[in-house]
Protein backbone atom coordinates (compact mmCIF):
# COMPACT_ATOMS: atom_id res chain seq x y z
CA UNK A 1 0.00 0.00 0.00
CA UNK A 2 1.41 3.60 -0.49
CA UNK A 3 0.99 6.42 1.74
CA UNK A 4 -2.23 7.91 -0.08
CA UNK A 5 -3.92 4.37 0.05
CA UNK A 6 -3.19 4.15 3.87
CA UNK A 7 -4.45 7.51 4.40
CA UNK A 8 -7.60 6.45 2.29
CA UNK A 9 -8.10 3.35 4.33
CA UNK A 10 -7.29 4.68 8.02
CA UNK A 11 -9.80 7.56 7.39
CA UNK A 12 -12.12 5.90 5.65
CA UNK A 13 -15.46 4.08 6.77
CA UNK A 14 -14.30 0.28 7.57
CA UNK A 15 -11.66 1.42 9.79
CA UNK A 16 -13.96 4.03 11.43
CA UNK A 17 -16.12 0.60 11.99
CA UNK A 18 -13.26 -1.12 13.29
CA UNK A 19 -12.15 0.89 15.91
CA UNK A 20 -15.26 1.71 17.60
CA UNK A 21 -16.19 -2.37 17.65
CA UNK A 22 -15.09 -3.97 20.48
CA UNK A 23 -16.66 -6.90 19.16
CA UNK A 24 -14.45 -6.30 16.42
CA UNK A 25 -10.87 -5.90 18.43
CA UNK A 26 -11.48 -8.70 21.14
CA UNK A 27 -11.85 -10.80 17.78
CA UNK A 28 -8.89 -9.43 15.86
CA UNK A 29 -6.96 -9.93 18.81
CA UNK A 30 -8.28 -13.53 19.65
CA UNK A 31 -7.36 -14.27 15.80
CA UNK A 32 -3.79 -12.46 15.93
CA UNK A 33 -2.58 -14.15 18.76
CA UNK A 34 -4.07 -17.71 17.50
CA UNK A 35 -1.94 -17.52 14.00
CA UNK A 36 0.99 -15.58 15.76
CA UNK A 37 1.53 -18.56 18.23
CA UNK A 38 0.93 -21.02 14.95
CA UNK A 39 2.57 -19.38 12.48
CA UNK A 40 5.92 -18.71 15.09
CA UNK A 41 5.16 -22.37 16.71
CA UNK A 42 9.07 -23.10 15.79
CA UNK A 43 10.02 -20.23 17.85
CA UNK A 44 7.56 -19.48 20.58
CA UNK A 45 6.35 -23.25 21.89
CA UNK A 46 7.86 -24.05 25.11
CA UNK A 47 8.90 -27.65 23.22
CA UNK A 48 8.65 -29.81 20.21
CA UNK A 49 5.67 -32.15 20.89
CA UNK A 50 6.49 -33.95 17.82
CA UNK A 51 10.51 -34.37 18.50
CA UNK A 52 10.35 -38.51 19.46
CA UNK A 53 14.06 -37.46 21.11
CA UNK A 54 12.70 -35.14 23.53
CA UNK A 55 9.44 -37.26 24.67
CA UNK A 56 9.87 -38.46 28.42
CA UNK A 57 7.41 -41.35 28.94
CA UNK A 58 7.78 -40.53 32.70
CA UNK A 59 6.09 -37.39 32.26
CA UNK A 60 2.63 -38.86 30.27
CA UNK A 61 -0.59 -37.55 31.44
CA UNK A 62 0.53 -34.92 33.63
CA UNK A 63 -1.99 -32.33 34.69
CA UNK A 64 -2.16 -28.77 34.47
CA UNK A 65 0.73 -26.58 36.21
CA UNK A 66 -2.12 -25.17 38.47
CA UNK A 67 -3.17 -28.73 40.13
CA UNK A 68 -1.92 -31.42 41.97
CA UNK A 69 0.87 -33.42 40.41
CA UNK A 70 1.23 -30.90 37.81
CA UNK A 71 4.43 -29.59 36.58
CA UNK A 72 5.33 -25.85 35.66
CA UNK A 73 7.75 -27.25 33.06
CA UNK A 74 4.44 -28.55 30.97
CA UNK A 75 1.50 -25.11 31.74
CA UNK A 76 -1.15 -27.22 30.14
CA UNK A 77 -0.16 -31.00 31.00
CA UNK A 78 0.94 -33.48 29.29
CA UNK A 79 -1.26 -36.19 26.68
CA UNK A 80 -0.83 -39.76 26.57
CA UNK A 81 3.23 -39.52 25.15
CA UNK A 82 4.39 -37.17 27.23
CA UNK A 83 4.01 -34.13 24.95
CA UNK A 84 3.21 -31.01 25.94
CA UNK A 85 -0.03 -29.76 25.15
CA UNK A 86 0.57 -25.83 25.10
CA UNK A 87 3.63 -27.07 22.52
CA UNK A 88 0.75 -29.39 20.52
CA UNK A 89 -1.81 -26.77 20.06
CA UNK A 90 0.19 -24.56 18.30
CA UNK A 91 1.50 -27.02 16.20
CA UNK A 92 -1.99 -28.06 15.66
CA UNK A 93 -3.60 -25.17 14.79
CA UNK A 94 -0.83 -24.18 12.37
CA UNK A 95 -1.76 -27.11 10.33
CA UNK A 96 -5.66 -26.62 10.81
CA UNK A 97 -5.01 -23.16 9.73
CA UNK A 98 -3.04 -24.16 6.59
CA UNK A 99 -5.76 -26.00 5.52
CA UNK A 100 -8.48 -23.54 6.02
CA UNK A 101 -7.07 -21.05 4.64
CA UNK A 102 -5.89 -22.74 1.30
CA UNK A 103 -8.93 -24.33 1.00
CA UNK A 104 -10.87 -20.97 1.29
CA UNK A 105 -8.33 -19.47 -1.43
CA UNK A 106 -8.22 -22.58 -3.98
CA UNK A 107 -12.58 -22.45 -3.38
CA UNK A 108 -12.70 -18.48 -4.01
CA UNK A 109 -10.52 -19.06 -7.39
CA UNK A 110 -13.14 -21.53 -8.62
CA UNK A 111 -16.05 -20.40 -7.29
CA UNK A 112 -15.32 -16.87 -8.06
CA UNK A 113 -14.15 -17.84 -11.52
CA UNK A 114 -17.01 -20.23 -12.68
CA UNK A 115 -19.80 -17.49 -10.87
CA UNK A 116 -18.19 -14.68 -13.10
CA UNK A 117 -18.12 -16.26 -16.52
CA UNK A 118 -21.62 -18.02 -15.73
CA UNK A 119 -23.01 -14.64 -14.52
CA UNK A 120 -21.75 -12.41 -17.40
CA UNK A 121 -22.17 -14.80 -20.34
CA UNK A 122 -25.50 -16.80 -19.54
CA UNK A 123 -27.02 -19.07 -21.58
CA UNK A 124 -26.17 -22.99 -21.57
CA UNK A 125 -22.95 -22.51 -19.35
CA UNK A 126 -24.96 -20.66 -16.75
CA UNK A 127 -27.19 -23.64 -16.64
CA UNK A 128 -25.19 -25.79 -16.62
CA UNK A 129 -23.20 -24.44 -13.99
CA UNK A 130 -26.13 -23.87 -11.85
CA UNK A 131 -27.85 -27.21 -12.27
CA UNK A 132 -24.12 -28.57 -10.76
CA UNK A 133 -24.51 -26.30 -8.09
CA UNK A 134 -28.05 -27.73 -7.12
CA UNK A 135 -26.84 -31.43 -7.24
CA UNK A 136 -23.31 -29.78 -5.16
CA UNK A 137 -26.05 -28.25 -2.60
CA UNK A 138 -28.39 -31.16 -2.14
CA UNK A 139 -25.68 -33.33 0.09
CA UNK A 140 -24.27 -32.24 3.51
CA UNK A 141 -20.82 -30.32 3.31
CA UNK A 142 -19.19 -32.98 5.72
CA UNK A 143 -20.23 -36.29 3.63
CA UNK A 144 -19.11 -35.00 0.35
CA UNK A 145 -15.98 -33.87 1.84
CA UNK A 146 -16.17 -36.81 3.48
CA UNK A 147 -16.89 -39.20 0.90
CA UNK A 148 -14.16 -37.41 -0.95
CA UNK A 149 -11.43 -37.64 1.38
CA UNK A 150 -12.31 -41.60 1.99
CA UNK A 151 -11.78 -41.89 -1.44
CA UNK A 152 -8.45 -40.16 -2.17
CA UNK A 153 -6.80 -42.20 0.48
CA UNK A 154 -8.24 -45.84 -0.79
CA UNK A 155 -6.80 -44.59 -3.93
CA UNK A 156 -3.28 -43.94 -2.39
CA UNK A 157 -3.16 -45.82 0.88
CA UNK A 158 0.57 -44.86 0.88
CA UNK A 159 0.31 -41.60 0.12
CA UNK A 160 2.93 -39.09 1.24
CA UNK A 161 2.42 -36.69 4.09
CA UNK A 162 1.91 -33.33 1.22
CA UNK A 163 -0.44 -35.72 -1.05
CA UNK A 164 -2.51 -36.34 1.55
CA UNK A 165 -3.10 -33.05 2.63
CA UNK A 166 -3.41 -32.32 -1.01
CA UNK A 167 -6.89 -34.84 -0.90
CA UNK A 168 -7.64 -33.20 2.16
CA UNK A 169 -7.78 -29.99 0.97
CA UNK A 170 -9.69 -30.49 -2.30
CA UNK A 171 -12.64 -32.24 -0.51
CA UNK A 172 -12.76 -29.18 1.28
CA UNK A 173 -12.23 -27.35 -1.74
CA UNK A 174 -14.91 -29.27 -3.76
CA UNK A 175 -17.68 -28.41 -0.71
CA UNK A 176 -17.21 -24.71 -0.55
CA UNK A 177 -16.85 -23.65 -4.20
CA UNK A 178 -20.55 -23.64 -4.92
CA UNK A 179 -21.14 -20.64 -2.53
CA UNK A 180 -18.75 -18.33 -3.84
CA UNK A 181 -19.82 -19.17 -7.75
CA UNK A 182 -23.99 -18.75 -6.86
CA UNK A 183 -22.96 -15.17 -4.99
CA UNK A 184 -20.44 -13.88 -7.94
CA UNK A 185 -23.19 -15.27 -10.54
CA UNK A 186 -25.76 -13.34 -8.90
CA UNK A 187 -23.68 -9.95 -8.39
CA UNK A 188 -22.30 -10.60 -12.01
CA UNK A 189 -25.76 -10.21 -13.32
CA UNK A 190 -26.97 -7.51 -11.56
CA UNK A 191 -23.38 -5.72 -13.27
CA UNK A 192 -23.22 -6.49 -16.38
CA UNK A 193 -26.64 -4.51 -17.22
CA UNK A 194 -25.19 -1.27 -15.53
CA UNK A 195 -23.96 1.93 -18.00
CA UNK A 196 -20.78 1.36 -17.43
CA UNK A 197 -20.52 -2.59 -18.61
CA UNK A 198 -22.47 -1.35 -21.68
CA UNK A 199 -20.15 1.47 -22.69
CA UNK A 200 -17.24 -0.74 -22.29
CA UNK A 201 -19.29 -3.26 -24.70
CA UNK A 202 -19.70 -0.23 -27.26
CA UNK A 203 -16.15 1.15 -27.38
CA UNK A 204 -15.15 -2.59 -28.07
CA UNK A 205 -13.68 -3.80 -24.79
CA UNK A 206 -13.16 -7.61 -25.11
CA UNK A 207 -15.84 -9.22 -22.35
CA UNK A 208 -12.44 -11.05 -20.71
CA UNK A 209 -11.17 -7.37 -19.87
CA UNK A 210 -14.50 -6.38 -19.20
CA UNK A 211 -14.90 -9.38 -16.57
CA UNK A 212 -11.57 -9.30 -14.93
CA UNK A 213 -11.11 -4.94 -14.92
CA UNK A 214 -14.54 -3.43 -14.38
CA UNK A 215 -17.31 -6.22 -13.07
CA UNK A 216 -14.54 -8.36 -10.82
CA UNK A 217 -14.06 -5.33 -8.33
CA UNK A 218 -17.24 -4.76 -8.16
CA UNK A 219 -18.89 -8.09 -6.87
CA UNK A 220 -15.83 -8.57 -4.65
CA UNK A 221 -17.30 -7.36 -1.54
CA UNK A 222 -19.68 -10.41 -0.84
CA UNK A 223 -16.90 -12.39 -1.57
CA UNK A 224 -14.74 -10.86 1.09
CA UNK A 225 -17.13 -11.11 3.87
CA UNK A 226 -18.55 -14.76 2.58
CA UNK A 227 -14.35 -16.21 2.56
CA UNK A 228 -13.65 -14.94 6.01
CA UNK A 229 -16.67 -17.02 7.47
CA UNK A 230 -16.29 -19.86 5.44
CA UNK A 231 -12.56 -20.47 7.05
CA UNK A 232 -13.62 -20.89 10.08
CA UNK A 233 -16.02 -23.46 8.60
CA UNK A 234 -12.95 -25.15 6.43
CA UNK A 235 -11.44 -25.08 9.46
CA UNK A 236 -14.11 -27.10 11.69
CA UNK A 237 -14.50 -29.40 8.67
CA UNK A 238 -10.37 -30.41 8.57
CA UNK A 239 -10.74 -30.94 12.65
CA UNK A 240 -14.17 -33.35 12.05
CA UNK A 241 -12.37 -34.99 9.03
CA UNK A 242 -9.09 -35.26 11.70
CA UNK A 243 -11.76 -36.24 14.39
CA UNK A 244 -13.26 -39.08 12.39
CA UNK A 245 -9.62 -40.24 11.37
CA UNK A 246 -9.94 -39.76 7.93
CA UNK A 247 -8.19 -35.69 7.78
CA UNK A 248 -4.49 -34.79 8.48
CA UNK A 249 -1.82 -37.82 8.43
CA UNK A 250 -1.22 -38.84 12.07
CA UNK A 251 2.76 -37.52 11.52
CA UNK A 252 1.43 -33.94 11.54
CA UNK A 253 -1.84 -34.11 13.73
CA UNK A 254 -3.98 -30.78 13.87
CA UNK A 255 -6.59 -29.84 16.71
CA UNK A 256 -9.18 -32.11 15.20
CA UNK A 257 -5.96 -35.08 15.34
CA UNK A 258 -5.58 -33.98 19.03
CA UNK A 259 -9.23 -33.73 20.10
CA UNK A 260 -9.59 -37.42 19.19
CA UNK A 261 -6.54 -38.81 20.65
CA UNK A 262 -7.73 -36.74 23.40
CA UNK A 263 -11.04 -38.47 23.60
CA UNK A 264 -9.75 -41.80 24.86
CA UNK A 265 -8.54 -40.08 28.18
CA UNK A 266 -11.48 -37.97 28.60
CA UNK A 267 -13.20 -40.69 30.85
CA UNK A 268 -10.32 -41.68 32.27
CA UNK A 269 -9.91 -37.99 34.36
CA UNK A 270 -7.09 -37.01 32.09
CA UNK A 271 -9.88 -33.77 30.54
CA UNK A 272 -7.09 -31.50 29.56
CA UNK A 273 -5.65 -33.51 26.72
CA UNK A 274 -9.16 -33.30 24.76
CA UNK A 275 -10.28 -30.28 26.63
CA UNK A 276 -7.81 -27.48 25.63
CA UNK A 277 -7.62 -28.36 21.94
CA UNK A 278 -11.48 -28.12 21.54
CA UNK A 279 -10.90 -24.52 23.50
CA UNK A 280 -8.65 -23.54 20.79
CA UNK A 281 -10.47 -24.87 18.02
CA UNK A 282 -13.51 -22.62 19.38
CA UNK A 283 -11.15 -19.47 19.88
CA UNK A 284 -9.91 -19.75 16.23
CA UNK A 285 -13.72 -20.47 14.62
CA UNK A 286 -15.45 -17.70 16.73
CA UNK A 287 -13.05 -15.02 16.48
CA UNK A 288 -12.62 -15.86 12.38
CA UNK A 289 -16.75 -15.51 12.69
CA UNK A 290 -17.05 -12.54 14.53
CA UNK A 291 -14.73 -10.83 12.48
CA UNK A 292 -16.65 -12.04 9.35
CA UNK A 293 -19.84 -10.39 10.75
CA UNK A 294 -18.30 -7.33 11.60
CA UNK A 295 -16.91 -7.26 7.85
CA UNK A 296 -20.19 -7.73 6.45
CA UNK A 297 -21.83 -5.01 8.25
CA UNK A 298 -18.89 -2.85 7.83
CA UNK A 299 -19.39 -3.15 4.07
CA UNK A 300 -23.05 -2.90 3.96
CA UNK A 301 -23.83 0.48 3.04
CA UNK A 302 -27.23 0.43 4.34
CA UNK A 303 -25.94 -0.06 7.67
CA UNK A 304 -23.53 3.20 7.52
Known sequence: MTTTALQRFFGGDVWYSFRTSPVAILAAVMAFVC?????????????NPFDLATLELGDARLPPAWMDEGSSKYLLGTDGQ??????????????SLFVGFASVALSM???????????????????????VCDVMLSFPAILIALLIDGVGRA???DAHETLAFAVLILAITLTKWVDYARTVRGSTMVERNKDYVQAARVIGVSPLRIMRKHVLPNVMGPVLVLST??????IIIEA?????????????PSLGTLIRVGNDFLFSGE????????????LIALSVNLLGDWLRDALNPRLR
Do not use: C, E, K, N
Not at 84 to 92: H, K, P, Q, V, W
Not at 114 to 127: I, S, T
Open 271 to 282: WWITVFPGVMLV
Open 155 to 157: MFP
Open 35 to 47: IFAAVFAGWVAPH
Open 240 to 252: TLSFLGVGAPPTS
Open 82 to 95: GRDILSALMYGARI
Open 229 to 234: IQVAQA
Open 109 to 131: LIGVSLGLLAGFLGGRLDALLMR
